[in-house]
């Protein structure tokens, strides 16, 4: 076939851009392998930095080692190696890419002729990128590819984005006063008033509940300002694919259908499953296949195989949030004094300031010999799925409440940033699968409340979390709403991404 030809029916060739964070990586490193088993060729876009960390801790050859059409390009993310991309820093990582992205992006298509190798393998056909991410659309405009968003977050997250200036114009956003700190902030009465202006959300977001880069001084805030501006070019994708699933989100995703009319909407959701009964489907094996950036704990799983069923709370603040001395010192009373065993996520990088400091009370580290278990990083979908996991303490984010959801585990939730605010009420309040303590941080209170969700709201919460698993099933499987936004987003990308399906 000529190259002629060959050009004139575009070959499927997709380019994944995640925000190059593990709970980005992870979706989008699950969409690119549902991509490669549907026979479409993928490259994914990392950070050198993420690249190195996956080399080094995960499994990614021999997880994609049998798709011949995958690669990994990568490019710098312009940070230096030792910048903490953790914590309220994390910002850095995406305000950087957007300054040196755009350059080096050019080059690599320019010089690859759209990453394409001159033989089999075609230039990209279609990008799917991260929603926070706009330094490659001048390129892909450029070179007559479309773009579609991926923002990795749930819908009910995503959706106040949208209607953030509807908020601000309607004074619904309360605005922190220069010198007045976050727990005075969170404390205020008016945090629990109610936002109007985020349609279909109306009886369930308070204040406190909208997005935390919402919670500035002034409107005018450079971040929040940033937003805006990246939400408006969303709009200029052809479609938006989310990591949920219609049971879940449906009366959101219609609202972003509605406001979004000129996207095809693909919610295809919870990939993790979707793609364990693709797998299963062909005949594969989907056994753990780690994209830790951190090294897993061998020994935590054996921990949990010598307690009693149902008896331990995992807890993890998954791999932004930072934590002050005393607000973990706060959960760690919390932890200790319920009395209930607990397998718990510490980050070395995840003290702020300081760390933790050589002087630990005595009786936390007593309580901790006796019921608990601290570790560093865990393969957490197989933590979660231990017969002895009660309960999850979780920071909300979206790859972590989907973790739960799935496999059925009630929740307690104390989200630390961004679209987790929102996650953790549709949790406790829509889907009402677990509890939200988010803007407290007090040892009395996370003690009741371990004991509420492991003990007391125990039956309830589980019977609801069992019924969200069976939907999450039902989704992915022959026939189900995700199966079949799938093959309806694999239609589009097979077809050049250019007409509405
Ligand atoms: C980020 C964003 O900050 C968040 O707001 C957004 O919802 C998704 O991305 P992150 O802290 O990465 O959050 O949380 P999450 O989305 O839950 O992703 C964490 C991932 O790391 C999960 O897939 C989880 O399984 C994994 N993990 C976490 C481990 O494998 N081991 C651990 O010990 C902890």
């Not at 001159?118 to 390129?139: E, Y």
Request: include cysteine; charge should be negative; hydrophobic fraction near 40%.
């Amino acid at each position: 076939m000529s190259i002629e030809k060959s050009r004139a029916i575009p070959s499927p060739h997709i380019l994944i851009i995640p925000i190059p964070l593990q709970g980005h990586v992870n979706s989008m490193l699950n969409l690119a392998e549902i991509l490669c088993l549907s026979g479409l060729r993928v490259t994914i876009l990392l950070s050198d930095y993420t690249h190195d960390r996956l080399l080094r801790h995960a499994s990614l050859d021999s997880r994609f080692s049998s798709y011949t059409g995958f690669r990994v390009a990568t490019i710098s993310d312009g940070l230096p190696d030792d910048h903490p991309r953790s914590g309220s820093r994390v910002v850095d990582i995406v305000q950087s890419l957007q300054e040196v992205g755009g350059l080096q992006f050019r080059r690599l298509m320019v010089s690859t002729d759209g990453m394409s190798d001159g033989g089999a393998r075609p230039r990209v056909s279609c990008l799917i990128m991260d929603g926070m991410l706009s330094f490659p659309i001048p390129v892909a405009q450029e070179m007559g590819i479309p773009f579609m968003h991926f923002p990795t977050i749930s819908a009910c997250g995503l959706w106040p984005y949208f209607c953030v200036e509807e908020v601000i114009d309607a004074g619904e956003l309360l605005l922190r006063d220069k010198n007045e700190d976050k727990l005075t902030f969170w404390k205020r009465k008016e945090m629990d008033l109610m936002v109007t202006n985020v349609p279909g959300m109306e009886k369930v977001l308070r204040r406190r509940d909208l997005p935390s880069f919402f919670r500035v001084e002034d409107v005018n805030n450079a971040g929040l300002q940033s937003i805006i501006a990246q939400i408006k070019r969303t709009r200029q994708a052809i479609g938006l694919i989310l990591n949920t699933f219609e049971d879940l989100e449906g009366p959101i995703l219609d609202q972003i259908d509605k406001h979004n009319a000129n996207q095809n909407l693909y919610s295809i959701g919870p990939l993790h499953l979707h793609l364990k009964e693709l797998l299963k489907a062909k005949g594969k094996e989907s056994s753990h296949h780690s994209s830790s950036l951190w090294k897993e704990n061998d020994d935590c799983i054996a921990w949990l195989d010598s307690q009693l069923p149902n008896s331990v709370i995992y807890v993890s603040f998954g791999s932004v949030a930072t934590l002050t001395r005393d607000e973990l010192l706060e959960f760690w009373y919390g932890l200790v004094n319920s009395g209930k065993k607990f397998l718990w996520v510490v980050r070395a990088d995840s003290i702020a300031g300081d760390g933790i400091g050589n002087e630990i009370p005595v009786e936390l580290e007593e309580g901790t010999k006796l019921r608990g278990l601290m570790v560093e990083w865990v393969p957490q979908e197989l933590v979660l799925s231990h017969k002895s996991v009660g309960a999850f303490f979780t920071h909300s984010g979206w790859n972590s409440t989907l973790e739960s959801i799935v496999i059925g585990v009630p929740m307690l939730c104390w989200p630390y940033f961004a679209d987790q605010m929102v996650n953790s009420r549709f949790v406790s309040e829509v889907w009402k699968i677990g509890l939200d303590v988010k803007d407290t941080c007090d040892r009395l209170l996370i003690e009741r409340m371990v004991r509420e969700v492991m003990e007391v709201k125990r039956d309830e919460l589980l019977e609801k979390a069992r019924g969200m698993a069976n939907m999450a099933n039902k989704a992915i499987c022959e026939g189900g709403s995700s199966h079949l936004n799938l093959n309806r987003l694999i239609q589009f990308l097979k077809s050049g991404a250019s007409s509405k399906l």
